[in-house]
């Protein structure tokens, strides 16, 4: 496969379940980035890797915790989740999150959530 | 100061006509300004981008024209077709904090036949 992908791209999860999601990427890219996106809302980044670093955290909820194992991977677990964090969450990935550059991030399809 | 406003919400164009987004910030330090695109069931992908050093920025049929004095930018489709429907996106970020990108809320382009 190419590009970024995710799985699952649906998911439904009671207030005390444990999930979690998962982001990979063919890119060769050294960063990573979760986004929450819901209706009628910017996107909203939760947290960025660079080089398997957590290099932001967006003052997000203990409740979402993330994972970077390597560079081409990256998770976001869910615990005890709220049915306000039901949204599309959004994977993307970067050459580099170092600071000076730009360019031009690549998203994955996302994992539409529902928490119930 | 973080927020980027972003309008209109939802724009209804015809088929070979101009399509006007438009985007304003605050935060003077933000440098670098990409324009993303949304079809449904997919992520953003990278549609444009300029930095302030630059007034106007063309690829094809997209343009986007930037004010640094205002604190404003926008996007223009020439010419707009079907196939351009979507949700647009204006972003913008400082490059001395890497791509930490501050979205607007979104416009969704219908461009009818």
């Known amino acids: 496969e190419t590009g970024v992908t995710q799985t699952p791209r649906h998911l439904v999860m009671g207030m005390t379940n444990k999930k979690s999601l998962k982001c990979e990427q063919h890119?060769?890219?050294?960063?990573m980035y979760w986004y929450k996106q819901s209706a009628k809302k910017p996107l909203e980044l939760m947290f960025v890797?660079?080089?398997?670093?957590?290099?932001e955290n967006n003052s997000v909820p203990s409740r979402f915790s993330p994972e970077c194992p390597n560079s081409s991977h990256l998770f976001l677990h869910l615990h005890t989740l709220q049915p306000e964090d039901s949204a599309l969450y959004l994977c993307?990935?970067?050459?580099?999150?170092?600071?000076?550059?730009?360019?031009?991030?690549?998203f994955g399809p996302g994992t539409r959530l529902t928490v119930l | 100061q973080q927020q980027v406003k972003q309008s209109p919400q939802s724009l209804i164009v015809q088929k070979g006509g101009i399509s006007i987004i438009n985007c304003a910030y605050e935060?003077?330090?933000?440098?670098?300004f990409p324009w993303y695109q949304q079809f449904p069931g997919k992520g953003p992908a990278l549609l444009i981008a300029?930095?302030?050093?630059?007034s106007e920025k063309k690829e094809g049929r997209f343009t986007i024209s930037f004010n640094k004095s205002a604190k404003q930018f926008s996007l223009h489709i020439m010419d707009s077709q079907p196939g351009d429907s979507a949700t647009y996106f204006c972003?913008?970020?400082?490059?001395?904090?890497?791509?930490?990108?501050?979205f607007g809320p979104g416009t969704r382009l219908s461009v009818l036949p």
């Open positions: 993307a990935s970067s050459p580099s999150g170092s600071p000076g550059l730009d360019g031009e991030q690549f």
């Open positions: 890119l060769g890219h050294n960063a």
């Open positions: 890797y660079n080089f398997k670093e957590q290099t």
């Open positions: 935060n003077t330090a933000f440098d670098y």
């Open positions: 300029i930095r302030p050093d630059v």
């Open positions: 972003a913008a970020s400082r490059r001395a904090y890497g791509q930490n990108f501050v």
